[in-house]
C-alpha cells in the first residue's frame, strides 16, 4: 500500500490551501483514511478521518468550521480543503490508511502559514 499526500505550501494567514491524498496497492473497499498533523515541537493530532463509506470522524475542535474533508466518488483519494489558515496551522500534514486493522502512512506534506 501506498499512500502519497500532495498540496502542502506557504500561505498567508487568512488563506487558503487543498491537500491531497491518495493511496493505491489495495483492493479491499473498506477503509478509512485521516488526517492527522503535526505542528513543530508538537506531538502528531488527528484532524478528521473519513471511512469509505462517506462517514466522516469528528473534526479537531481547532479546525470545526474551518476545514471540510470531501473523497474522490471512484478513486482511494480524500482531500482537506483548509480555509481561514491560522499560523497555529503550520504543521507537516500526514494521510494515513487504515484497511484490515493496518495502517499506513504517507511522507507527509508541510504547510505552513506565515506572512
Known amino acids: 500500500v501506498q499512500v502519497v499526500e500532495s498540496g502542502g505550501g506557504l500561505v498567508q494567514p487568512g488563506g487558503s490551501l487543498r491537500l491531497s491524498c491518495e493511496a493505491t496497492g489495495f483492493t479491499f473497499s473498506s477503509y478509512v483514511m485521516s488526517w492527522y498533523r503535526q505542528p513543530p515541537g508538537q506531538e502528531r493530532e488527528l484532524v478528521v478521518g473519513?471511512?469509505?463509506?462517506?462517514?466522516?470522524?469528528d473534526y479537531a475542535d481547532s479546525v470545526k468550521g474551518r476545514f471540510n474533508i470531501s473523497r474522490h466518488r471512484t478513486k482511494k483519494m480524500i482531500y482537506l480543503q483548509m480555509n481561514t489558515l491560522k499560523p497555529e496551522d503550520t504543521a507537516v500534514y500526514y494521510c494515513?490508511?487504515?484497511?484490515?486493522?493496518?495502517?499506513?502512512w504517507g511522507q507527509g506534506t508541510q504547510v505552513t502559514v506565515s506572512s
Open positions: 494515513k490508511v487504515r484497511v484490515l486493522d493496518r495502517e499506513y
Open positions: 473519513i471511512h469509505s463509506s462517506g462517514t466522516t470522524t
